[in-house]
Nanobody
C-alpha cells in the first residue's frame, strides 16, 4: 500500500521558518517527481514547489520564490521544503505528492498524503 506521510507542520510566527518532511513508501518511486501543494480555506489547491527525480528541475510558485527551497533524498523516498520568511498568507494545509515522470499532477496515477496544517500568525 502506497503511503505518503507528511510531518513538521505547526504554528509559526510571521518571519519564522519551518521545514516539512514527506516520506513515501509502498512502492518504487524511481523517476518520480515529488512535491508540495497547499490549500487554504476557500481556495483551490496550488503548487508550492516540485522537484524531479534528479533534482535537476524544480518549479516554485511565484509567491514562494526566494523564500522556500525544495530538496529530496531519493534513498529515503523523501522530499523536504525549507520554508523561511513565512507570511500569514502561507497558512494552509500542505500536501505532499508523487507522480510518475510521464504524467501530470492531476493524474489518477499521482499519489498524495493526508496533509499537514501550517499556520502563520501575524
Amino acid at each position: 500500500q502506497v503511503q505518503l506521510v507528511e510531518s513538521g507542520g505547526g504554528l509559526v510566527q510571521a518571519g519564522g521558518s519551518l521545514r516539512l518532511s514527506c516520506a513515501a513508501s509502498g512502492r518504487t518511486f524511481s523517476g518520480y517527481y515529488m512535491g508540495w501543494f497547499r490549500q487554504a480555506p476557500g481556495k483551490e489547491r496550488e503548487r508550492v514547489a516540485t522537484i524531479s527525480w534528479s533534482a535537476g528541475t524544480t518549479i516554485y510558485a511565484d509567491s514562494v520564490k526566494g523564500r522556500f527551497t525544495i530538496s529530496r533524498d531519493n534513498a529515503k523516498n523523501a522530499v523536504y521544503p525549507q520554508m523561511s520568511s513565512l507570511k500569514p498568507e502561507d497558512t494552509a494545509v500542505y500536501y505532499c505528492g508523487a507522480r510518475p515522470p510521464t504524467t501530470v499532477w492531476t493524474s489518477r496515477l499521482a499519489y498524495w498524503g493526508q496533509g499537514t496544517q501550517v499556520t502563520i500568525s501575524s
